[in-house]
Antibody, heavy 118, light 108 residues
Framework: QVQLVQSGAEVKKPGASVKVSCKAS????????MHWVRQAPGQGLEWMGW????????HYAQKFQGWVTMTGDTSISTAYMELSRLTSDDTAVYYC???????????WGQGTLVTVSS | EIVMTQSPGTLSLSPGERATLSCRAS???????LAWYQQKPGQAPRLLIY???SRPTGIPDRFSGSGSGTDFTLTINRLEPEDFAVYYC?????????FGPGTKVDIK
């Protein structure tokens, strides 16, 4: 069965960077885009961008361009999302989600809480 | 950017009742790129409906979707206790992908 397992919670200081991992299993990792979505406490869902693990190509929401980097390692079926220059506004749960052109985000990771605090 | 709005913000209903949730887009969305997600506290969202009206394997048929253009609807027939949650609509045909703010369905 399809599973996306994310890395554990992180606490970071303002100005630092965070890298969240998402290990995929149960399907061909390189065959589907991986999206990242975040959710601030008590708030809605915000799409950040995607990576094509097969080509390494990426597409980021304009808001995140210049400070998010999405990568993938097909040898271990793992996607990564790195966010730099963190501020308290980046405190959120970060989700990876498998993306399929016709079906949207059909499988999601369990989420990784990133807390930014001095 | 396509802005998605949802109404009502909260829907208070009893088990067994029907829930009707609305989603409106700021510009026309292709019906093949409109999805609905369910999210319970402390959990990741779950895909309920894609392509406006298609259900993934395992989603009960009491969930149905309809609509076109800028107006879409999620209907939940005969609410079960496990259906009380927050529901988000999403358009994924245009970048950036955008979600609505959510409708909370709670127990009356």
């Amino acid at each position: 069965q399809v599973q996306l397992v994310q890395s554990g919670a992180e606490v970071k200081k303002p100005g630092a960077s965070v890298k969240v991992s998402c290990k995929a299993s149960g399907y061909t990792f390189s065959g589907y885009y991986m999206h990242w979505v975040r959710q601030a406490p008590g708030q809605g869902l915000e799409w950040m961008g995607w990576i094509n693990p097969n080509s390494g190509g990426t597409h980021y929401a304009q808001k995140f361009q210049g400070w998010v980097t999405m990568t993938g390692d097909t040898s271990i079926s793992t996607a990564y999302m790195e966010l730099s220059r963190l501020t308290s506004d980046d405190t959120a749960v970060y989700y990876c989600a498998r993306g399929e052109v016709m079906t949207g985000h059909d499988f999601w990771g369990q989420g990784t809480l990133v807390t930014v605090s001095s | 950017e396509i802005v998605m709005t949802q109404s009502p913000g909260t829907l208070s209903l009893s088990p067994g009742e029907r829930a009707t949730l609305s989603c409106r887009a700021s510009q026309s969305v292709s019906s093949i790129y409109l999805a609905w997600y369910q999210q319970k506290p402390g959990q990741a969202p779950r895909l309920l409906i894609y392509g406006t009206s298609s259900r993934p394997t395992g989603i009960p048929d009491r969930f149905s979707g309809s609509g076109s253009g800028t107006d879409f609807t999620l209907t939940i027939n005969r609410l079960e206790p496990e259906d009380f949650a927050v529901y988000y609509c999403q358009q994924y045909g245009s970048s950036p992908i955008t979600f609505g703010p959510g409708t909370k369905v709670d127990i009356k």
